[in-house]
């Protein structure tokens, strides 16, 4: 804050006796001393980005924007303009969504004023601001600045000599991605002429403008210079909102039938990738889609049920990772509240009144011993999808895991579970392909050699460990092996 004379312990600068800047600072040592500044009035504001563990009940919408610099004309001026940028968020009537702009504290207000450089027709401003707009308007929304400029002989005189403005959500559903935007400005002024939001039908940048003719097939009605131009960079903390189309389409496959089995495929691709927070923050919605593409209502497999199967193995592995760990409550309470596939009920409703019958799940275990095998030697992929056949190996890797659970509790021992010879062999013999296959051996993949290399040794850890299972039941190996 601005003080006058407020303690002797600062040093007045020269030629300003009669003003200072003093800053008051606490550091703050552990959750103690937090929460008592908290209690004593201190402001809280959200990280900037989302944490490295991401909370599962955690609701945000923001969008960080940040103005950062403009180009403008002189426009036949001697000198050149004191300009002020407003920017203000409309919906797709031009009306203003009110109380939406926010600081790093405070309050929201309805608009925000920027800093005015003297006689500067290349400002750089820099200043960074959080947009919070309700999710039921986001949608249509958009961002306009306007641009005045302030006469240094009248105070009061603000005249609008332009705008620009960007689309919160793009064309293709997604949210305006993080980054650098440069916006075209165009000439405008009189206020009332944006009261309507006409300058919608217009494109707001060149990758607007590439996309093709304008909107509704108006022609817009605003001038503008192709020197002049407005740049901002945008950051999205949102998990209600994606900006990855990937995600968007799977969302939305319903909309798009016949592109699903390449939807899957990509999403499939995320679970590798920096864009896996997305899939973990929409996790119950991605789960609805992917059951509901799993199966048909009656419980009868679909087209894509064995790529539904490996992108749910893939979500799976995501949440044993320590930065996730908090959403495996999640997954527990959708199983328990919101979890819905026909043709998984049909199984276990076949299984269910005769846990005792061995049968059934040995057949199982043994077709999905050889489809899994069929997988590996079938090496599907081109040679160079290494990213995908990676993955595809860790999604192998963990059903791996998984399988052995039931064949240490039912076909292992003397008594009742029994031991299945032919069973274990099975196993092993998956487990011994996995090791093998060409997509994890490190001296082919130069690139990504450190990776396959760890796969492949916690798949042989995996081989051995259920061979050490085995025991004294090692004997029945050597009679196969014979």
């Known amino acids: 804050m601005l003080i006058r004379k407020q303690t002797n312990k600062c040093n007045i600068l020269p030629g300003q006796p009669n003003y200072g800047i003093v800053v008051a600072l606490r550091l703050l040592t552990n959750s103690g001393s937090i929460t008592e500044a908290v209690a004593s009035g201190a402001t809280v504001t959200a990280k900037r980005g989302f944490p490295d563990v991401i909370m599962p009940g955690d609701v945000r919408n923001d969008l960080y924007l940040t103005l950062e610099k403009a180009e403008f004309e002189r426009g036949g001026k001697s000198t050149a303009k004191n300009v002020l940028a407003t920017v203000s968020v409309h919906d797709n009537t031009g009306q203003v969504i009110s109380d939406c702009v926010w600081g790093a504290s405070g309050v929201g207000s309805t608009a925000y004023e920027s800093l005015v450089l003297y006689h500067n027709n290349s400002p750089a401003w820099g200043e960074q601001l959080r947009l919070t707009v309700p999710l039921d308007t986001f949608t249509h929304a958009h961002v306009r600045i306007e641009f005045r400029h302030c006469s240094t002989r009248d105070k009061n005189e603000r005249k609008l000599f332009g705008f620009a403005f960007a689309r919160l959500m793009e064309a293709s559903g997604a949210t305006l991605r993080d980054g650098a935007h440069e916006l075209y400005v165009y000439k405008c002024d009189d206020p009332t002429k944006l009261s309507g939001a006409s300058y919608l039908s217009a494109p707001s940048c060149a990758t607007d403008a590439a996309r093709g003719a304008p909107v509704n097939g108006v022609v817009p009605t605003f001038q503008r210079s192709s020197k002049e131009n407005c740049t901002i960079s945008t950051l999205l903390c949102s998990t209600k909102l994606t900006q990855n189309e990937d995600l968007l389409a799977l969302l939305q496959w319903r909309a798009r039938p016949e592109k699903v089995q390449e939807t899957l495929l990509r999403v499939l691709r995320l ?114 999808w290494m990213v995908l056949r990676l993955q595809s190996c860790k999604v192998l890797l963990s059903a791996l895991k998984d399988l052995a659970v039931p064949l240490q509790e039912r076909f292992l021992g003397d008594e009742p579970p029994q031991f299945d010879a032919q069973l274990w062999v099975g196993y092993l013999e998956l487990g011994v392909s996995l090791v093998t296959c060409g997509a994890l051996q490190p001296e082919r993949w130069a690139a990504r050699a450190p990776r396959a290399a760890a796969l492949r040794a916690a798949a042989a850890r995996q081989v051995l460990t259920a061979w050490n299972l085995l025991g004294e039941f090692c004997v029945y190996f050597k009679c196969v092996c014979h």
């Open 271 to 384: 679970g590798d990738g920096l864009s896996c927070e997305e899939l973990i923050k929409f996790l119950r919605d991605v789960l609805d889609a992917l059951f509901a593409l799993f199966s048909t209502e009656d419980g009868n497999s679909t087209p894509h049920s064995g790529t539904v199967f490996l992108v749910l193995i893939s979500i799976c592995s995501l949440l044993d990772e320590s930065r996730f760990q908090h959403f495996r409550p999640v997954l527990d309470v959708y199983i328990e509240e919101h979890f819905s596939a026909a043709l998984v009920y049909k199984l276990w409703s076949h299984l269910a009144p005769h846990p005792h019958d061995r049968k059934p799940l040995k057949d199982f275990l043994m077709r999905a011993f050889l489809v899994f095998r069929h997988l590996i030697e079938q090496d599907v992929f081109p040679p160079d």
